[in-house]
Nanobody
Framework: QVQLVESGGGLVQAGGSLRLSCAPS????????MAWFRQAPGKEREFVAG????????YYAYSVKGRFTISGDNAKNTVYLQMNSLKPEDTAVYHC?????????????????WGQGTQVTVSS
């Protein structure tokens, strides 16, 4: 069974930074893209950032563009999210995801593999 494990979440003041990491455990798998999604209490899971291993293209939600940076290692199926200038509205559980198929990058349904998530809390 493929599992993704996130780390790096925590409590930070507004304006601070955090770096999230995601690595696989369990059986090996291949992927053509990985992404970060987040879910705040009472809200739907939303796309944050994604990276396509084909061409190395990166994608960002408008709300985080210019503040967050996604990077990763295709060979290891690992992905990182550097989050700067954090805001209270960034507070959520952050999940990483991976896929080996096709679909709209910003849709959770396009991803087959998910992590349990790591909590990010930004205080004002």
């Amino acid at each position: 069974q493929v599992q993704l494990v996130e780390s790096g979440g925590g409590l930070v003041q507004a304006g601070g930074s955090l770096r999230l990491s995601c690595a696989p455990s369990g059986r090996t798998f291949s992927s053509n893209a990985m992404a970060w999604f987040r879910q705040a209490p009472g809200k739907e899971r939303e796309f944050v950032a994604g990276i396509s291993w084909i061409g190395g293209y990166t994608y960002y939600a408008y709300s985080v563009k210019g503040r967050f940076t996604i990077s990763g290692d295709n060979a290891k199926n690992t992905v990182y999210l550097q989050m700067n200038s954090l805001k209270p509205e960034d507070t959520a559980v952050y999940h990483c995801a991976a896929r080996d198929g096709l679909g709209y990058m910003k849709s959770p349904s396009a991803f087959e593999y998910w992590g349990q998530g790591t909590q990010v809390t930004v205080s004002s």
